[in-house]
């Protein structure tokens, strides 16, 4: 919950700054600690029978403001600052209703909310965008014939934003 904290804390310095780290695959790639996953339970012993990841993960936080640009109509949500950018979510494919928490970028308010309808195609949004994301990674990779890559942490992308100033 901790690292959750602190993404959301970040995201509105994170998100004015995008322009300058959107072509740094190493900030780009900085994975942002939620899942969207579906749990199958038996429900008479609460077991797990199967675990279904809806997303590839580690979702890219480049990929999720992606989503913020080309996809407001499932990422945001109207609140009294304006719009809130969604920074998690989760649901049921079978019934589509879901759960998601917002981030106001201009007050800071977090906003949470359930049953909007909007789980599948924020899915295979999200999907889409991580995935595609994911490819031109493995292109750049094998351009400059790399083997290994390592995104920036949470943490050193805030110290970056913020060693760039203007804030």
């Known amino acids: 919950m901790e690292e959750f904290d602190f993404y959301r804390e970040n995201i509105a310095l994170l998100h004015r700054h995008f322009g300058a780290f959107r072509r740094d695959a190493r900030y780009f790639f900085t994975p942002v600690p939620f899942e969207v996953k579906y749990e199958l339970t038996l429900s008479k012993k609460g077991k797990n029978l199967q675990e279904i990841r809806l997303v590839k993960s580690p979702i890219p936080i480049g990929a999720l403001f992606l989503c913020w640009e080309s996809y407001p109509e499932l990422f945001t949500v109207p609140c009294a600052g304006g ?17 998601w928490t917002a981030v106001c970028l201009e007050t800071g308010e977090t906003l949470s909310g359930s049953n909007s309808g909007l789980f599948r195609k924020r899915c ?28 920036a942490s949470l943490e050193e992308l805030v110290d970056h934003v913020k060693a760039l100033g203007n804030d």
């Open 83 to 99: 719009t809130a950018h969604v920074v998690s979510f989760n649901g049921s494919p079978l019934s589509g209703a879901d759960c």
């Open 124 to 151: 295979e949004a999200l999907n889409a965008a991580t995935i595609q994301s994911g490819q031109a990674l493995e292109a750049m990779k094998a351009r400059k014939g790399l083997k290994e890559f390592n995104p």
